[in-house]
């Protein structure tokens, strides 16, 4: 599995995916695709993130890291959701796996890394 900082993918690093990844979540969307590049299928499948991101969350609407966990949640009680984590800290937030961790695993959520996955 790999995710593109900041949503920012080129061909080059589509190419390097599909030789090392089975899939990635490289982008924003509501279902998994191939992408394309001039008519080309080039890259890996993409499985696009749904959730906003901690640092689109933390600071909007009253949210804090105090209640970012709970506000995911609620995002993903409809159906089936998809989050990109930092691999670090953000700047606004403390590290993702701090804030969402507990409190997921105590509403029964799981969580997909590449080894599981």
Known sequence: MHGAAGWQLNRHAAWFEERHFAYASDTRGREPFRPLWDGVAIGCPQLPTTL?????????????????????????????????SPPTPSSRAASWHDIFDAPARAAGATRATRSSA
């Open 52 to 84: 906003p991101t901690l640092d689109e969350l933390i600071g909007a609407d009253g949210i804090d890291e105090s209640n970012v966990a709970a506000t995911i949640l609620e995002l993903t009680k409809a159906s089936c959701q998809i989050m990109s």
